[in-house]
């Protein structure tokens, strides 16, 4: 399976103030997708990441609030703009690996720890 | 729309005994159905394909697309087992996963 990094891996932030999370795959995948895990909660996915497209972002995630790249088919970006205290989170990243004919299957990054005070 | 329900948020066993993690989803076409399982300061990680019909770390799980289910069972639960457990659907390739809100097993001796 892929191996999935990211960075930082957790950051302690102001109010106000924003953060790009970076996350690398050591192989080439067409299929990237950010994660947000709330405390006590489940994965809620914030949007999906193709790279030559625009991120699709699922409702009550916008743009603006979380802006995205996909520069290249190892790596993405995930920024948490004018952070408040709600954005305090885990936020993952995961790609879909080719079954090649069986299922298609997704693996996640180690997460991004975020506090915002 | 998809659903994903794990009715049970926290489930504990002794060491040894039978153990079961519900799932149950609601999807109209054929869904592909995940069971991840993520160990204290782990990452996430995929315990089961319901597609590949197999046994991991004596785990298994069969698809009842009759009960709309897909429960995780294990005969003899051992203490390593302790962790949040999640099950997910996909409604395709390419979709992102709909996750269950979780499980947490805990196995005690």
């Known amino acids: 399976s892929a191996v999935i990094s990211q960075k930082p891996s957790r950051d302690i932030c102001q109010r106000g103030t924003s953060l790009t999370i970076q996350c690398q795959v050591d192989?080439?995948?067409?299929?990237m997708f950010w994660y947000r895990q709330q405390p006590g909660q489940s994965l809620t996915l914030i949007a999906t990441a193709n790279q030559g497209s625009e991120a699709t972002y699922e409702s009550g995630f916008v743009i603006d609030k979380f802006p995205i790249s996909r520069p290249n088919l190892t790596f993405s970006t995930l920024t948490v703009s004018n952070m408040s205290p709600e954005d305090s989170s885990i936020y993952l990243c995961?790609?879909?690996?080719?079954?090649?004919?069986?299922?298609?299957?997704?693996?996640f990054g180690p997460g991004t720890r975020l506090t915002v005070l | 729309a998809q659903r994903v329900t794990q009715p049970e948020k926290l489930l504990s066993v002794f060491k040894g005994a039978p153990v079961e993690l519900k799932c149950n989803y609601s999807?109209?076409?054929?869904?592909?159905l995940f069971w991840y399982v993520q160990y204290s300061r782990q990452r996430l990680q995929l315990l089961l394909r319901?597609?590949s019909r197999e046994s991991i770390k004596g785990f298994t799980a069969d698809l009842n697309k009759g009960e709309t289910s897909f429960h995780l069972k294990k005969p003899f639960a051992q203490e390593e087992d302790s962790a949040m457990y999640y099950c997910a659907l996909n409604s395709n390739s390419g979709y992102a996963l709909n996750f269950g809100k979780g499980t947490s097993l805990l196995v005690t001796p």
């Open positions: 995961s790609v879909e690996e080719d079954g090649g004919g069986a299922t298609d299957t997704q693996y």
């Open positions: 192989s080439q995948v067409t299929m």
């Open positions: 319901h597609i």
């Open positions: 999807y109209s076409g054929s869904p592909e």
